[in-house]
C-alpha cells in the first residue's frame, strides 16, 4: 500500500530565519578577520527589536548593529508598517567572552588533536531520489519559497503584493514496495501579503498567482521525472487561515535554532538536536553535520546505496569519535553488513574536528548563505565577499560555499568498496 510523506520550508523572512541570518552573518564576520574565532552566537527578534547573546574567543572587534541591520534590510524589512524595520529597529547586544573552561577542551598544542567542542551526535543523509540527493519532499518546499523570493526581490511586478514571511509544505506519496515517489498529493503555502481592499477578493488572487505562476515556474526548472509528478488531483491550500498581513517578528518572535529539521533532510533520516547557525566550526553540531552529509552524499552518488544514514558522535575535548554507524535502509549494493561498511568509511574520512574543518574548508565567511532554503543540498561554488571592520579595514575574500555537497570522494568510496 502507498503512504504519504510531508516535508516543510520557510522563508527567509520567517522570524527564526531572520534570526539565524544574523547568527550567521556575525559568524562570517569573524571569521573574515580572525579565522581561529571560537564563536556562539544567539539572535532573538520580535517587534522592532533584535536581542543578541552569546560567547566569543576572538581577535576581532565588529560592529554588530550595522551587521544586523544589513542582514534584515537584505531580507526585504524596509518598510515601518511591517514594525520591524532595518533602520529603526532597536538592537540590544549581550553577547560576551566565551568560557575558558570550554575553550581549554578545544584547543590544543597540536591543531590536529582539537577537541570537540561539545559532546552529542550528528547525522547526514542522501537519497538517490533528486539530483541533489536530497528528500524530495524537502526539496521541493524550498524551492517554492526560492521562487517566490526570487520574484518578490528580482520581479516585483509579477506579484506585487509580497511580503517575506512565508512558508510552505509538500506531501508525496509513495510506492510502498519500493519507496519511489509516484505523485505530489498536496501542497500548502502560506505568505504575508499587503493589506487588500477585500478579504475574499485577496484570498481568490493570492491562491491563483501561487497555483498559476509560482508553481509553474518551479515545475518547469525540474528534470522531466519529477514534473511528472504534478498533477490536476493536487490539493492544495494556500494561505488557508485566511489574511496573513501582521508577519515576520511582530507576528511571532524568532530565535535562533528553531527550524533544525528545516535546515537538514525535512524530517528524513534523523536530526541529532544541535541547530547550526552561530555556531563556528569548532561546534560539531555544524562541523559534524556538515561531515557526514558530505559521506552520505558521496556514498549514493558512489553507487554503494541508494538512500543512507550516516551518525557521529563526540565527547566534548575528545578529538577521535566516539562511533561511526551507517544504515543503508537495505539498499547497500556490496555484499558486507552495515556495520562493516561503517568500518571502512570510517578508514575514507578523518572525523576529527580538526579534519573536517581542513578538508570542507569551514574556517571561512562561508556561512550566510546557509542560515535560509537548507543547509543541504545546495550549489557548491566559489563567490568573492567583501567585509568591511568598525575601523575601516575592507576584506575582500573568495571563499567556496557549500563544499560539504562536493562529490570528491566518489572514486575513493568506489575503490575501497570495489565498485
Known amino acids: 500500500m502507498s503512504y504519504l510523506f ?8 520567517h522570524p527564526d530565519k ?20 571560537k564563536v556562539a552566537c544567539e539572535t532573538l527578534v520580535t517587534t522592532g527589536q533584535v536581542v543578541l547573546a552569546g560567547e566569543v574567543n576572538t581577535n576581532t572587534y565588529l560592529d554588530v548593529q550595522s551587521i544586523t541591520r544589513e542582514v534584515i534590510r537584505k531580507i526585504g524589512y524596509t518598510k515601518s508598517e511591517y514594525m520591524f524595520e532595518a533602520n529603526s529597529c532597536g538592537i540590544f547586544s549581550a553577547i560576551h ?31 538517490k531520489e533528486t539530483s541533489n540527493y536530497m528528500p524530495l519532499a524537502l526539496d521541493l518546499s524550498h524551492k517554492i519559497l526560492q521562487e517566490m523570493a526570487d520574484i518578490r526581490h528580482n520581479e516585483p511586478e509579477v506579484i506585487d503584493y509580497l511580503r517575506p514571511d512565508a512558508k510552505s509544505q509538500v506531501t508525496i506519496e509513495y510506492s510502498d514496495d519500493d519507496n519511489v515517489p509516484q505523485r505530489i498529493d498536496t501542497i500548502v503555502v502560506s505568505t504575508q501579503h499587503d493589506d487588500f481592499d477585500t478579504e475574499p477578493l485577496m484570498l481568490t488572487k493570492i491562491k491563483k498567482d501561487i497555483i498559476e505562476i509560482v508553481i509553474p515556474r518551479v515545475k518547469a526548472k525540474l528534470p522531466a521525472e519529477l514534473q511528472a509528478l504534478f498533477n490536476d488531483k493536487i490539493q492544495y491550500h494556500i494561505n488557508p487561515t485566511g489574511k496573513f498581513v501582521i508577519g515576520g517578528p ?159 570522494f566518489v572514486d575513493q568510496i568506489k575503490s575501497a568498496f570495489g565498485l
Not at 510531508?6 to 523572512?13: A, K, M
Not at 591543531?111 to 570537540?116: K, M, V
Request: charged share 25%; hydrophobic share 35%.
Open 97 to 127: 567572552e566565551q568560557s575558558q573552561d570550554i575553550n581549554q577542551g578545544v584547543d590544543r598544542s597540536s591543531p590536529e588533536e582539537q577537541g570537540a567542542g561539545d559532546q552529542g551526535m550528528m547525522f547526514g543523509y542522501a537519497t
Open 18 to 37: 531572520i534570526a539565524d541570518q544574523i547568527s550567521d552573518a556575525l559568524i562570517d564576520h569573524f571569521m573574515a578577520f580572525d579565522p581561529q574565532s
Open 250 to 408: 511582530h507576528g511571532d518572535s524568532g530565535l535562533t535554532g528553531r527550524k533544525i529539521i528545516v535546515d537538514t533532510y525535512g524530517g528524513k533520516g534523523a536530526h541529532g538536536g544541535g541547530a547550526f547557525s552561530g555556531k563556528d566550526p569548532s561546534k560539531v553540531d555544524r562541523s559534524g553535520a556538515y561531515a557526514t552529509r558530505h559521506i552520505a552524499k558521496n556514498m549514493v552518488a558512489a553507487g554503494l546505496c541508494d538512500e543512507v544514514l550516516v551518525q557521529v558522535s563526540y565527547a566534548i575535548g575528545v578529538a577521535k569519535p566516539c562511533g561511526v554507524f551507517v544504515n543503508t535502509y537495505g539498499t547497500s549494493k556490496v555484499d558486507m553488513t552495515d556495520g562493516e561498511i561503517a568500518k571502512k568509511i570510517e578508514g575514507i574520512f578523518d572525523m576529527r574536528p580538526y579534519f573536517i574543518e581542513q578538508r570542507l574548508k569551514l574556517r571561512n565567511p562561508i556561512y550566510s548563505e546557509t542560515a535560509a532554503y537548507g543547509h543541504m543540498g545546495r550549489k557548491n561554488e566559489v563567490v568573492t565577499k567583501t567585509f568591511k571592520a568598525p575601523d575601516g579595514t575592507v576584506i575582500t575574500r573568495e571563499v567556496e560555499l557549500f563544499t560539504w555537497e562536493k562529490l570528491d
Open 6 to 13: 510531508t516535508s516543510e520550508s520557510v522563508s527567509e523572512g
